[in-house]
């Protein structure tokens, strides 16, 4: 009897480790639809994002503000999992001494990613959302100056 009960519990133990590793990278596989070139032409400039898929756990965009073919914001953003845990780091630019900036999810489902970090000082929130195949609305928001702010896009992906 006490081999049968140690059988079970080794094999229970061998299929609970197998299947962890897909479980972990569901989360970012739920987020595939970020993958692609995205743009929107606004009166001051043109933004782009453009999402690859790096591996199974991370993927990795370039953002870009362009006005009159001066580039006016760089952004390297990287998305990766590691565990159960999917975070967003962003570097940009000219900003924080051009160190990573990484951002929490705290609301994750299959059309919506919200990361968050309330010790930095602008943006705390970053956004995306599917609203289609070919859009989605991208929004970065927190408090700026002491008053609530927030920018939004809607971006179109390109074919």
Known sequence: MKNIASLLSTLLVVTACQNNPSIEKDQIKKVDWLIGNWQIKTNTGILSENWEKVN?????????????????????ILLQQKGEILSYTTTIKGQNDDKPIRFELITDNQNELVFQNLKKDYPQKISYKKMDNNSMTTEISGVQFGKPSSEKYILIKNR
């Not at 990795?60 to 390297?76: P, W």
């Open 56 to 76: 199974d756990s991370t993927f990795k965009a370039q953002s870009l503000f362009i006005k009159d073919k001066d580039s006016i914001h760089s952004e390297s």
